[in-house]
């Protein structure tokens, strides 16, 4: 069995350095664009070089996140970046968009590329489809269980998260940030709108809830199933954490690194409460296995906070303006940082024992008192939120070694010869002739000190071998500046390591020419109950998506109407010479042989590179994201007769395989049969926005508060070729459909 791999975040050059110093196998990082942590300090072009080179240095691989969706006049400038990264030796880029994944292969077929999570990794189907676009690792969608990721048999590296924090949309794949505010997180915008405050109304009437943060995931910890994840034969294991502190992604790595060791030396792994009140105490929202381990509900989400919440260290025994007081259950020092249950927070700046003494710090079982200083007038619990003796324990450099071999040749009436040797690199330094001793000889064991003082080096013996005549004399600074010359010339070799030589091919031909052309007015609908549908037909539009499966059998006889497959859908229905509307590359890849495929705007389309994919296989219509400007979708006019624009609708934010209304009403059943029941669900922020919750086998698809309207840009669109537009409903009915369809005819004339 090959050995795990464990990968680690780095938002910036002192998290690389704790992330290699603790012991991770490979790092993953982002440049300046097209990342998906924008946010994150990242990494300009010098200080990727630093950085890939630091790596290579202690045989450490960098993936470096290109895994932004690429808008049509952004490809140049990234297929620039991206050579970039290829010829300075990067080991691996981590890509979302079909498109740039497909011109990344013909362009750099050297460069090795892995499938972001984004690409809703969550079926054998899509996992296939990646890797016959040559994609060598697939990060899998973190909906997934163990047993689901372990029947996918697909001759493909596997990448799982094991740490960090969890997104409560299906493998990342949401809209909710920017449909509410333009902040993309397929652009590494994302706001973090699952972390705020919402209402669940029934029927118009908020549920008993309590906690306000519905959406909320707890913080994903699977140390303790360490050795099971291993079992799994996955490849790797992933942290998360770009936007962590440098203490964090040093002290998460060197625990997992820590376990990942036991278990391969024993079959054993031990956790302590230490070990996880420090990840605690560094950060979580409380911790969960995960949907890995069968994890929901009250299991994985938190709703009553979305901050990190630290230990509990006590609670409060009184308070006045001027103190609190507080009874400790654990050690409280000068400059921790505490939150009482209101959650207000502060840095202790002034710590005081029961006697009001100044003290640096206070015992667990003793009373401390702090400075009221955020007007605190009521509160119970006390957490603390930063350690500040961790943290500095954390701060302190840990001594990462190479090792390596040193064999030393010193043979009178030659020259001396030192070969050095790391991993698969060697090289040789060469010395003066050696001559006999005429006093006294110098000794194998002077020499064997002196080749082996590599004290600020990166490097460490792990064998040195001295063949040598007898009675030689070498002085012994020829031996040091032989032992320098040599370790200089490995460590830029080291440093200079190439996983894959560098190959630039021509930029690829694109599909423009469509396998349909379509050169009227196409109306298309997607309906979802028989009403609409109906209305649809009666209407005589174009094509007619229908979500519900035995709603389409009922209709499947008229040539325009489709099938909408599922998202998530890890099992696949066996289609033949049917209409189907592909929500994900997994049902479009398997489907689009025997069948007449549409893509659907989940794909993230947004470049002529993904549309010429998806036509040379054999797809015969591709929906552009949502998430296109009207410049953008200008710009891919070449495809005008197999392209098909959103221009009316309510659109589905995110699917989350999480029911707040299971959890909230029926306190997670299993048995739960609340999809079967006729009330109106919504969500409401903290502005009074409701969004619309459908309920679907406990998969919950949250929908926007409003429809989009683009019915006004459609002469502009009109102009470009664009003959295909699609109006996504909701609740409307017929009278409002015969309406928009209206509408959108009078601004096409």
Do not use: W
């Not at 984004?118 to 079926?123: E, G, V």
């Not at 269980?145 to 493909?156: A, P, R, T």
């Not at 294991?237 to 036991?262: A, N, Q, V, W």
């Not at 202790?348 to 003494?357: C, I, M, P, S, T």
């Amino acid at each position: 069995m090959k050995k795990v791999e464990l990968l680690s975040p780095a938002g910036d050059m002192n998290s690389l350095h704790k992330a290699v110093e603790n012991g991770a196998d490979a790092v993953y990082l982002g440049g300046k664009k097209f990342g998906a942590r924008k946010f994150a300090s990242n990494f300009d072009n010098e200080e990727m070089i630093e950085a890939i080179r630091y790596c290579h240095l202690y045989g450490v691989k960098i993936y470096v996140t290109v895994n932004t969706i690429i808008y049509e006049n952004e490809l140049k400038e990234v297929l620039t970046y991206i050579q970039f990264l290829h010829q300075n030796n990067v080991d691996a880029i981590i890509v979302q968009d079909l498109g740039l994944i497909r011109i990344v292969r013909k362009i750099f077929p050297n460069l090795e590329i892995h499938a972001s999570t984004q690409c809703h990794n969550n079926s054998e189907e899509t996992v296939r489809a990646l890797s016959k676009l040559g994609v060598k690792r697939v990060v899998l969608a973190r909906e997934l269980s163990l047993n689901e990721i372990e029947k996918i048999n697909v001759d493909i590296e596997k990448e799982i998260f094991v740490h960090g924090a969890l997104c409560v949309s299906y493998s990342g794949c949401c809209l909710f940030s920017s449909m509410n505010g333009g902040r993309s997180g397929n652009r590494g915008e994302c706001v973090g709108s699952c972390r705020l405050p919402y209402k669940l109304l029934k029927d118009g009437i908020p549920v008993v809830q309590d906690g306000n943060y519905l959406l909320s995931t707890k913080s994903l910890c699977t140390l303790e199933n360490i050795g099971r994840l291993i079992e799994a034969n996955i490849s790797a294991f992933k942290i998360e954490g770009r936007m962590k502190s440098p203490e964090y992604i040093g002290y998460i790595t060197s625990l997992y690194r820590k376990k990942i060791d036991e278990y391969y030396l024993s079959h054993n792994v031990s956790v302590s409460n230490e070990e996880i009140n420090n990840i605690k105490k560094l950060y979580n929202r409380e911790l969960t296995k995960g949907y890995l381990f069968g994890e929901y509900g009250k299991s994985l989400m938190n709703i009553k906070t979305s901050n990190h919440i630290g230990i509990i260290i006590g609670k409060v025994l009184s308070i006045d303006k001027k103190k609190i007081k507080i009874l400790l259950s654990c050690d409280l020092n000068q400059e921790d940082a505490i939150r009482f249950d209101n959650d207000k927070g502060m840095i202790v700046n002034r710590l005081y024992d029961e006697k009001e003494r100044l003290v640096n710090s206070v015992k667990s079982g003793h009373i401390a008192l702090v400075d009221n200083k955020i007007d605190l007038k009521k509160a119970t619990i006390v957490r603390k939120t930063q350690d500040i003796k961790l943290i500095k324990s954390l701060q302190e450099k840990k001594e990462r070694k190479v090792k390596i071999n040193m064999n030393f040749e010193a043979h009178i009436g030659k020259m001396l010869k030192l070969v050095v040797s790391a991993r698969d690199s060697a090289v040789e330094e060469y010395g003066g002739l050696v001559e006999k001793a005429q006093n006294s000889p110098t000794s194998i064991e002077r020499i064997k000190e002196q080749l082996e003082k590599l004290g600020n080096t990166p490097f460490i013996s792990e064998d040195t071998t001295i063949n040598a005549d007898d009675y030689i004399f070498i002085s012994i600074k020829e031996v040091n500046e032989l032992r320098r010359g040599a370790l200089l010339k490995l460590e830029e070799k080291l440093k200079n390591h190439v996983p894959y030589p560098f190959l630039k091919n021509e930029f690829p031909k694109l599909s423009k020419e469509p396998l349909e052309k379509n050169k009227s007015l196409r109306i298309n609908i997607l309906a979802r109950n028989e009403e609409q549908l109906k209305a649809a037909l009666k209407e005589n539009v174009g094509f007619i998506y229908v979500c519900d499966y035995d709603l389409y059998k009922k209709y499947q006889d008229n040539d325009n109407v489709f099938y909408r497959t599922k998202r998530t859908a890890t099992f696949y229905k066996d289609f033949k010479n049917q209409n189907i509307l592909a929500t994900d590359l997994g049902s479009a890849f398997k489907y689009s042989k025997e069948n007449y495929v549409v893509s659907d705007y989940y794909l993230n389309v947004v470049n002529s590179s993904s549309i010429s994919y998806l036509l040379e296989n054999n797809v015969k219509m591709v929906t552009l994201s949502v998430e296109n400007s009207l410049e953008n979708i200008e710009s891919l006019a070449d495809f005008a007769s197999c392209i098909e624009v959103i221009i009316f609708g309510r659109i589905e934010l995110m699917v989350t395989k999480y029911c707040p209304i299971n959890m909230l009403i029926n306190n997670d059943s299993k048995k739960c049969n609340l999809c079967s029941e006729n009330h109106s669900y919504m969500l409401e922020d903290q502005y009074g926005n409701t969004y619309p919750v459908i309920n679907e086998k406990h998969l919950t698809h949250i929908m926007h508060s409003k429809n989009i309207d683009l019915i006004d840009k459609i002469k502009v669109l009109k102009q470009k070729g664009i003959t295909n537009y699609r109006i996504e409903l909701f609740d409307e009915n017929k009278i409002e459909i015969k309406e928009i369809i209206k509408e959108i005819k009078k601004a096409y004339e």
